[in-house]
């Protein structure tokens, strides 16, 4: 099976398509990839092993319909068997019509469809943490039966020469090794992708006089004009930090340049996009006319965060479409002052242990905020998960403990991807163990985990960005708790149920290792034994349960088996009442005293399969005794 990819123009696009050459190789091994690029975006792909071979699109060369067609006729030879089209504009349309291959995908749009033999909706509001722009590019390989992919983060690939060239670049400049490095995205592609110089120069001010870090400027040499622009109106303090001759003389030299930075600041555009395809955190200016929903990847609040013009003066833009809005691209940057985002720039910095600058007061040393000292800065966090085929939540999951400094997942031997899944995410340790039970399984995780700190969320819980943050809050400020309860919002059929006991739900979720461990009396509904103070945190976390009955029910009776086992351990006999009052109860406890009714059908269910697991319970019980029984026998 012969694929081909074409993906015009700029290096963001080139990059998250490539995305596609991962999952298709991944998906199908003996498939020959192709990937059809501009000439200018090549460098990116360099050492990329899910390309077969680039096919080089030359604006100069082939400028003008009759190039286009020339070019097309010759890609036409290669006699592909599939054609994704992830451009869809006129110069990959001439390509598409030319190619014989029999099967074609690329988005739907009015006017086309005929051009493709599989024309794929997009959405207009992004469904997760990726962005539109990678959700719709992973929905092209739909047609190929790939529903879940695998890679949802595209990647640079440095060889060792060039690792070791910026290693020694960064020495011959002597950066001052014990700080932080941050990259400055100093301009757009063109000015109307460009943070006004003087607030660009105001921001990277604001870093040099409060944080103790190098700063590196971003730049091409034709762009020199503008970047010492910026450096002059900075503070002899600020100057004296940035590495202002510290550049690449190509894209490569940049990747490797980057590689060795901690985060990236600044304008939307390549830079940002090679440098979150080398795993560093991103804090993004966006141009007023781009669509941030579009663009903002990977977007957590975090890690990765942003800011546009529309979160400060929506009412500014109005109904303006981008083009609209891009021909009066400079006034609507004058009310984009860096004083609305600063706060939002200094969480971002807080929350990836950017250390801040130690003034002199008095003889004193003191941090610009007393609470976010060095120590408390290094605080480090495990993120704990026990897993049996959860390749469905594995990826939001591990989107939502990003924040962790590692991850240990405990799998109980999954027949599904979660392992494979899991293992994209370079922060993984990946263990298999046989599972007894839950409190057993969970402890083992704890004796893995090589900090103090823990979160031990499970795969179906849904952790929001103001969790997150509290989270990281008391962890770096002298938590006054040990341990820390969160209250759940649960989720049936993806409704949220108010009632039916579910309103005082609660689980620990945060706490010391040094001072928890799960109650070894219980193998299922385990519970947190804290040897120290327990508080809870204001923030709800979201559990999304299962999408029908069946899946409920099953997960009820696994417990109920569980459960059966603890009572046989008790010496318990099942009777009359264990087979009919105790389910009965069950039933009366969660639609009436726990006001289920006013969930309405789904309290009614609700209440229901937890009364069949009750009476499971005791039918699983009695099943042990009767196996015990013939055993004598």
């Known amino acids: 099976m012969k694929i081909l990819i074409i993906q015009h123009k700029m290096i963001g696009d080139v990059l998250i398509t490539s995305l596609l050459c991962e999952n298709i190789k991944k998906a199908y091994p003996n498939a020959i990839v192709d990937y059809l690029i501009n000439s200018n975006t090549l460098p990116v792909l360099e050492n990329n092993p899910y390309i077969d071979h680039k096919i080089v699109f030359d604006e100069k060369e082939n400028k003008g319909l009759m190039n286009l067609i020339k070019f097309s006729k010759k890609v036409n030879q290669n006699r592909y068997d599939i054609v994704i089209d992830a451009y869809s504009k006129l110069q990959s349309w001439v390509d598409v019509f030319i190619n014989n291959a029999p099967k074609k995908i690329?988005?739907?749009?009015?006017?086309?469809?005929?051009?493709?033999?599989?024309?794929?909706?997009?959405?207009?509001?992004?469904?997760?943490?990726?962005?539109?722009?990678?959700?719709?590019?992973?929905?092209?390989?739909?047609?190929?039966?790939?529903?879940?992919?695998?890679?949802?983060e595209p990647k640079l690939y440095l060889t060792e020469e060039e690792?070791?060239?910026?290693?020694?670049?960064?020495?011959?400049?002597?950066v001052d090794t014990t700080r932080k490095t941050v990259m400055i995205s100093l301009l757009g592609s063109d000015l109307s992708k460009t943070y006004p110089l003087n607030e660009m120069a105001k921001m990277v001010d604001f870093i040099g006089q409060h944080y103790n870090v190098n700063i590196l400027f971003n730049y091409f040499p034709k762009q020199l004009p503008q970047a010492k622009e910026v450096y002059n109106q900075l503070s002899d303090e600020t100057k004296s930090k940035v590495y202002f001759e510290l550049l690449g003389n190509d894209l490569r030299e940049f990747i490797a340049i980057a590689n060795e930075c901690d985060v990236i600041v600044g304008n939307d555009g390549g830079a940002i996009n090679m440098s979150k395809a080398l795993g560093k955190k991103s804090f993004i200016i966006f141009s007023p006319w781009i669509d941030k929903k579009v663009w903002a990847?990977?977007?957590?609040?975090?890690?990765?965060?942003?800011?546009?013009?529309?979160?400060?003066?929506?009412?500014?833009?109005?109904?303006?479409?981008?083009?609209?809005?891009k021909k009066q691209v400079n006034e609507f940057y004058s009310f984009f002052d860096f004083e609305l985002f600063k706060n939002k720039l200094k969480s971002f910095l807080y929350f990836n242990k950017i250390q801040q600058q130690l003034n002199r007061n008095k003889n004193v040393e003191i941090l610009f905020k007393k609470e976010h000292s060095t120590e408390l800065m290094s605080t480090k966090i495990s993120a704990l998960l026990i897993t049996y085929n959860e390749e469905k939540n594995?990826?939001?999951?591990?989107?939502?403990?990003?924040?962790?400094?590692?991850?240990?997942?405990?799998?109980?031997?999954?027949?599904?991807?979660?392992?494979?899944?899991?293992?994209?995410?370079?922060?993984?340790?990946?263990?298999?163990?046989?599972?007894?039970?839950?409190?057993?399984?969970?402890n083992y995780s704890i004796s893995l985990a090589t900090n103090e700190w823990i979160t031990f969320f499970d795969a179906d819980e849904g952790i929001s960005l103001e969790l997150k943050k509290e989270i990281l809050t008391i962890v770096n400020n002298q938590p006054r708790f040990d341990a820390y309860f969160v209250y759940r919002k649960f989720f049936f059929e993806n409704k949220f149920i108010k009632y039916s006991g579910?309103?005082?739900d609660k689980a620990i979720r945060l706490f010391r290792k040094s001072k928890s461990q799960y109650k070894s009396d219980r193998m299922v509904h385990e519970i947190i034994e804290c040897n120290g103070e327990v508080g809870f945190m204001k923030n709800k976390l979201d559990h999304y349960t299962f999408d029908n009955e069946q899946e409920y029910l099953d997960k009820l009776n696994s417990y109920s088996r569980l459960r059966a086992q603890e009572l046989r351990l008790k010496n318990l006999k099942p009777s009359f009442y264990h087979y009919t009052i105790k389910p009965a109860y069950r039933f009366f406890n969660y639609f009436v005293m726990r006001l289920g009714f006013l969930d309405g059908k789904d309290g009614y269910t609700i209440a229901k399969l937890h009364a069949i697991s009750v009476a499971n319970r005791y039918k699983y019980l009695d099943e042990i005794y009767r196996k015990e029984n013939q055993n004598l026998g």
């Open 297 to 325: 990847t990977f977007e957590d609040g975090i890690n990765h965060t942003s800011v546009h013009l529309k979160d400060y003066f929506a009412e500014k833009l109005g109904d303006l479409n981008n083009r609209q809005i």
């Open 106 to 152: 690329s988005y739907k749009k009015i006017g086309r469809t005929f051009l493709y033999t599989d024309n794929v909706e997009k959405h207009d509001e992004p469904n997760s943490y990726l962005g539109l722009a990678i959700e719709h590019r992973l929905s092209l390989l739909k047609p190929l039966g790939i529903e879940t992919p695998l890679a949802t």
């Open 502 to 504: 579910m309103q005082s």
């Open 163 to 174: 690792i070791n060239f910026a290693k020694d670049l960064f020495t011959k400049h002597q």
């Open 394 to 442: 594995i990826q939001r999951y591990l989107n939502d403990v990003g924040f962790a400094d590692e991850i240990i997942i405990v799998d109980s031997f999954s027949t599904d991807k979660t392992e494979e899944i899991a293992l994209q995410n370079p922060k993984v340790k990946f263990v298999k163990r046989k599972f007894d039970n839950f409190t057993n399984q969970r």
